[in-house]
């Protein structure tokens, strides 16, 4: 099973992204969505995550009151707004989904991963 994340490119600082995930080969709503991010040189780290309901949503400190990661079950589609985007913020956006909502913050423990897209925020 292989996800898709879009919406990737190039923006000014400031400025802001929204990313897409769309699941076509499992069922989605019962899987509690995540995003993560790595940049050059660095370990991938959490990003946010969103419960298969929708009615519970993490972030790292990092993009609190900036990102927000959404779902549409009806779409099988998981979203992450990027706002007031910083050049720090540059790095490959990676989706991902898993069963349990137990330590979502982790890389592991997710069954699926999506190929990623290139963010890139220019100062």
């Known amino acids: 099973v292989q996800l898709q994340a879009y919406g990737g490119g190039l923006v000014q600082a400031g400025g802001s992204l929204r990313l897409s995930c769309p699941v076509s080969e499992f069922a989605f709503s019962n899987y509690h969505m995540g995003w993560f991010r790595q940049a050059p040189g660095k370990e991938r780290e959490f990003v946010a995550a969103?419960?298969?309901?929708?009615?519970?949503?993490y972030y790292a400190d990092s993009v609190k009151g900036r990102f927000t990661i959404s779902r549409d079950n009806a779409k099988n589609t998981v979203y992450l707004q990027m706002n007031s985007l910083k050049p720090e913020d540059t790095a490959v956006y990676y989706c991902?989904?898993?069963?349990?909502?137990?330590?979502?913050?982790?890389?592991?423990?997710?069954?699926?991963w999506g190929q990623g897209t290139l963010v890139t925020v220019s100062s």
């Open positions: 969103i419960s298969w309901s929708g009615g519970t949503t």
């Open positions: 991902a989904a898993r069963t349990s909502i137990v330590h979502v913050t982790a890389t592991r423990g997710y069954a699926y």
